[in-house]
């Protein structure tokens, strides 16, 4: 069994199957440092407060599993606070509530007035808001931990990791059974990448993973790999893979920046302490938690055009869409300063939930990618589910047939994820 892409989920996917008995898996990536991997490039935000049921139980299960392997993830309960400017969109998190605390998530409604006093760090334009949520189960984790912990699980179960090598290219063959005429992957034609120069080795798997080309002085080997299944875990790059089998997936990549800020202790508010504080969101969708000596900070900028970008707009990027937010509800971000940042890539679907499943008309293949700003949240319950469709032929823990990729064709199974940010 073949699992492509070596992030956060196939390597979660190759640990849940390797812990059900399912011998003789290969992870295979490009670049299993995961430079350009968004589960290297996230914010750490975990929470099971969504809208939609599918992403709270997947998220609900990660999280327990977080809460269990805390030490070794990183895994901080902090909670996460949800100011709302939107009477309608309040309305929405108010009645969503009932179906998050049916969940045993313990969501809090909180008055504007109540806020500061409970979160000081929230002290501005109060007049603007017209309400919070509190999420206390919810938190931060060390992303780049879950991803190792996975890894050392499935390679303690004999999972072998195949670094360096980039899938060019697909074999497919015809086969007659039960279900019909089905396709099924015979083989994979994979590129083994000679390593660069130390300081040029990420310029190379830049230009590879944008543009999709080996460039010749790049190339070491070709090989082919023979498969009896292959599941799709290649993240925002998994609409490549599909087009090479021929089919259309409906995700796109779209860059996503995150800002590192600098705050002096001495401009902190009275009685703010940024230590303990978990996740903010402000009412325009921007995101924020301590990080080390920093502040961590997210916006997704609505018009970004997709494509393969890493860009990050530096100085811009915080001058025009971080500071502002960020001073516009926290009087302590005032005179807060820009230290660094960097892009990574939401694969984002129409409706903002995943894909996961078996890929119709083909015998022997499975996918799971697309979770646009969710992937690590929603790594374990994903994983477990997707191990035992493959291995038992049906979901179980929670049921993933919601986020077949066949809703699409019907806009009244899309699963509107609005809680996004
Ligand atoms: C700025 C930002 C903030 C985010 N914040 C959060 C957050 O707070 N919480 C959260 O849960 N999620 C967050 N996310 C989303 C989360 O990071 C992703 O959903 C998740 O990491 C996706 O993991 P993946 O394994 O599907 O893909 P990836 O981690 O992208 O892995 C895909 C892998 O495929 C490999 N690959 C690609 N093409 C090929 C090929 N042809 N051959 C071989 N290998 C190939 C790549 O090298 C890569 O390692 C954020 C994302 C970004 C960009």
């Given at each position: 069994m073949v699992?492509?892409?070596?992030?956060v989920?196939?390597?979660?996917?190759?640990a849940?199957?390797?812990e059900?008995?399912?011998?003789?898996i290969?992870?295979?990536?490009l670049?299993?440092?995961?430079?350009?991997a968004?589960?290297?490039l996230?914010?750490?935000?975990?929470r099971a407060?969504?809208?939609q049921?599918?992403?709270?139980e997947?998220?609900?299960?990660?999280?327990?599993?977080?809460?269990?392997h805390?030490?070794?993830?990183g895994f901080r309960?902090?909670?996460?606070?949800w100011?709302?400017?939107?009477e309608?969109?309040?309305?929405?998190a108010?009645?969503?509530?009932?179906?998050?605390n049916?969940?045993?998530?313990?969501?809090?409604?909180?008055?504007?007035?109540?806020i500061?006093?409970?979160?000081p760090i929230v002290?501005?334009?109060?007049?603007?808001?017209?309400?919070?949520?509190?999420?206390?189960?919810?938190?931060?984790?060390?992303?780049?931990?879950?991803?190792?912990?996975?890894?050392?699980?499935?390679?303690?179960r004999?999972?072998?990791f195949?670094?360096?090598?980039?899938?060019?290219?697909?074999r497919?063959?015809?086969?007659?059974?039960?279900?019909g005429?089905?396709?099924?992957?015979a083989?994979?034609?994979?590129v083994?990448?000679?390593?660069?120069r130390?300081?040029?080795?990420?310029?190379?798997?830049?230009e590879i993973?944008?543009?999709h080309?080996?460039p010749?002085?790049?190339r070491?080997?070709?090989e082919?790999?023979?498969?009896?299944?292959?599941?799709?875990?290649l993240?925002?790059w998994?609409?490549?893979?599909?087009?090479?089998?021929?089919?259309?997936d409906?995700?796109e990549p779209?860059r996503?920046?995150?800002?590192?800020?600098?705050?002096?202790?001495?401009?902190?508010a009275?009685?703010v302490?940024?230590?303990n504080?978990?996740?903010?969101?402000?009412?325009?969708?921007l995101?924020?938690?301590?990080?080390?000596?920093?502040?961590?900070?997210g916006?997704?900028?609505?018009e970004?055009p997709?494509?393969?970008d890493?860009?990050?707009?530096?100085?811009?990027?915080?001058?025009?869409?971080?500071?502002?937010?960020?001073a516009?509800?926290?009087?302590?971000f005032?005179?807060?300063g820009?230290?660094?940042?960097?892009?990574?890539?939401?694969?984002?679907?129409?409706?903002?939930?995943?894909?996961?499943?078996?890929?119709?008309g083909?015998s022997?293949?499975?996918e799971?990618?697309?979770f646009?700003?969710?992937?690590?949240m929603?790594?374990?319950?994903i994983?477990?589910?997707?191990?035992?469709?493959?291995?038992?032929?049906?979901?179980e823990?929670?049921d993933?047939a919601?986020?077949?990729?066949?809703?699409?064709?019907d806009?009244?199974r899309?699963?509107?994820?609005?809680l996004?940010i």
């Amino acid at each position: 069994m073949v699992v492509l892409g070596g992030g956060v989920v196939g390597t979660a996917l190759a640990a849940a199957l390797a812990e059900r008995g399912v011998r003789d898996i290969t992870v295979v990536d490009l670049d299993l440092a995961g430079i350009y991997a968004s589960s290297e490039l996230n914010a750490g935000g975990a929470r099971a407060t969504w809208w939609q049921p599918v992403n709270i139980e997947t998220c609900r299960l990660t999280l327990d599993f977080f809460r269990e392997h805390r030490a070794e993830l990183g895994f901080r309960q902090r909670g996460y606070l949800w100011l709302y400017d939107d009477e309608q969109l309040f309305a929405r998190a108010i009645q969503k509530r009932e179906l998050q605390n049916r969940a045993g998530l313990g969501v809090e409604l909180l008055e504007p007035s109540a806020i500061p006093s409970l979160f000081p760090i929230v002290d501005r334009s109060l007049e603007e808001l017209v309400g919070a949520t509190w999420s206390p189960r919810d938190g931060l984790v060390n992303p780049n931990a879950v991803r190792s912990y996975y890894r050392r699980r499935a390679e303690a179960r004999g999972v072998r990791f195949r670094n360096r090598d980039f899938v060019m290219g697909v074999r497919t063959e015809r086969v007659s059974g039960a279900a019909g005429s089905l396709r099924r992957i015979a083989a994979l034609e994979v590129v083994r990448i000679r390593h660069g120069r130390p300081g040029d080795e990420s310029g190379v798997l830049r230009e590879i993973l944008t543009t999709h080309r080996v460039p010749a002085e790049a190339r070491e080997e070709e090989e082919r790999i023979d498969c009896e299944l292959v599941v799709n875990c290649l993240g925002a790059w998994s609409p490549i893979f599909s087009a090479k089998v021929g089919i259309h997936d409906v995700s796109e990549p779209v860059r996503r920046q995150i800002a590192l800020v600098g705050v002096h202790r001495e401009d902190l508010a009275p009685g703010v302490e940024l230590e303990n504080l978990g996740m903010v969101v402000d009412p325009s969708g921007l995101y924020f938690h301590p990080d080390g000596a920093y502040l961590l900070a997210g916006y997704s900028i609505p018009e970004e055009p997709p494509g393969f970008d890493f860009s990050y707009d530096g100085e811009d990027f915080f001058q025009n869409e971080i500071w502002p937010r960020l001073a516009a509800h926290c009087s302590s971000f005032e005179r807060c300063g820009h230290v660094r940042g960097w892009a990574g890539l939401y694969a984002v679907t129409p409706d903002r939930s995943g894909i996961a499943g078996p890929v119709a008309g083909f015998s022997n293949l499975f996918e799971a990618h697309s979770f646009t700003g969710r992937g690590v949240m929603q790594s374990y319950g994903i994983s477990r589910a997707m191990a035992a469709l493959i291995d038992s032929g049906r979901f179980e823990e929670v049921d993933l047939a919601p986020l077949a990729r066949e809703r699409f064709e019907d806009p009244a199974r899309w699963v509107r994820e609005d809680l996004h940010i």
